[in-house]
Structures are given as structure tokens and as C-alpha cells.
Nanobody, 115 residues
Framework: QVQLVESGGGLVQAGGSLRLSCAASGSIFSFNDMGWYLQAPGKQREMVATINSYGSTNYADSVKGRFTLSRDSAKNTVYLQMNSLKPEDTAVYYC?????????WGQGTQVTVSS
């Protein structure tokens, strides 16, 4: 079982920045990959950014150039730096890790971007 603790969501004006953190129990090198997903009201959950065990990242087209995913292996934590935020980025953001190809999800953190 993997426990995930998310933090960093909140309310920000358009053009502002936020950094989300996801601290995982266990070494991140034991994970197939880690990442962030978002779910807006009435919509399906969708991928924002992921990083695999080799450190390769993948971003949704809508966030490329604005969001940066990174990890700190010493803290078993993955970060999502979100810059130039837009109202359409408003959603609940979920951290997900995959270990032995089993998905584990965080509780979600709300990000609200006002216009």
C-alpha cells in the first residue's frame, strides 16, 4: 500500500503560480511512474503530467510551457510547478503513483483560478 499526501492547492488569480506537492510513502524509485491528474466539475479525470522511473516527463498539451513536473528522491516527493495559470486550470488535482502497475491516488487538492 502506498500513502500519498498532497498539498499546495488554493485560490490564485489568472497569471499567478502555485506549486503542488505529493509526498509518497516508500522510495519513488520503486514506482513505475508518478504524476498529476485533474478533474473539473462534470468532466472525466485527465492527465496533467507524469514522470517515469527514468525521469522522463510527459505533459498534456494544454499545460506545456506553463507547468513543470519534478521530483525529489530524498523526500520521496513529486512537485508540480504551475505558472501562468488560467481559469480553465480550475479543478481538483490528484497525485497518482503506480507501483507494480497498481495505481494509488491521493485525496485531491483544489486549485481555483479566478479571472
Amino acid at each position: 500500500q502506498v500513502q500519498l499526501v498532497e498539498s499546495g492547492g488554493g485560490l490564485v488569480q489568472a497569471g499567478g503560480s502555485l506549486r503542488l506537492s505529493c509526498a509518497a510513502s516508500g522510495s519513488i524509485f520503486s514506482f513505475n511512474d508518478m504524476g498529476w491528474y485533474l478533474q473539473a466539475p462534470g468532466k472525466q479525470r485527465e492527465m496533467v503530467a507524469t514522470i517515469n522511473s527514468y525521469g522522463s516527463t510527459n505533459y498534456a498539451d494544454s499545460v506545456k510551457g506553463r507547468f513543470t513536473l519534478s521530483r525529489d528522491s530524498a523526500k520521496n516527493t513529486v512537485y508540480l510547478q504551475m505558472n501562468s495559470l488560467k481559469p480553465e486550470d480550475t479543478a481538483v488535482y490528484y497525485c497518482r503513483v503506480r507501483r507494480n502497475w497498481v495505481n494509488y491516488w491521493g485525496q485531491g487538492t483544489q486549485v481555483t483560478v479566478s479571472s
